[in-house]
């Protein structure tokens, strides 16, 4: 089992290090095939391809905040896999800074406050390494898509 793996949203959203990184690649590959997971979103700056996956790359580069329109695919695409019933897991390299910060982009994507959506990434993902610029990046992502539900 990955030793990075867990659900932020049970049975539809999970973030973890990357595939082989700490264990077996394939060991890693076959737990998430039995968890159900049907797509992989990397994160890294290069693209890796999964087999057996879809995989979805939106590159950010490490220790850095992702672009405002990098979280707008982001939310976008997990949003609309999560309707058809997909289940996704989510990783960079480590699997603490860059996937963290995107998850609980999906979060305040989904109605929450940044800081709240911080805690519950924080509580269910304890190994994390967010940078400020990283928070502030959630912040601002915050502000345009409340603006966004207003009009």
Not at 55 to 72: Q, S, W
Not at 117 to 124: M, N
């Amino acid at each position: 089992m990955p030793e990075r793996f867990s659900w932020i949203i049970t049975g539809k959203l999970a973030g973890m290090e990357r595939p082989g990184l700490v264990s077996v690649l394939e060991e890693d590959l076959k737990f998430l095939k039995d968890t159900g997971i049907d797509i992989i979103v990397n994160l890294e700056e290069h693209l890796r391809n999964w087999d057996g996956f879809e995989v979805k790359h939106i590159p950010i580069n490490d220790f850095k905040a992702p672009k405002l329109a990098d979280i707008g695919e982001f939310v976008k695409f997990i949003d609309s896999k999560i309707q058809e019933g997909k289940r996704i897991v989510v990783h960079c390299y480590a699997g603490m800074g860059r996937t963290n910060i995107m998850l609980a982009s999906y979060l305040v994507y989904l109605g929450m406050e940044p800081d709240k959506a911080l805690d519950i990434v924080k509580e269910k993902r304890p190994d994390q390494s967010i940078n400020e610029e990283q928070e502030e990046a959630l912040r601002e992502y915050s502000y345009i898509a409340n603006d966004r539900k207003k009009i």
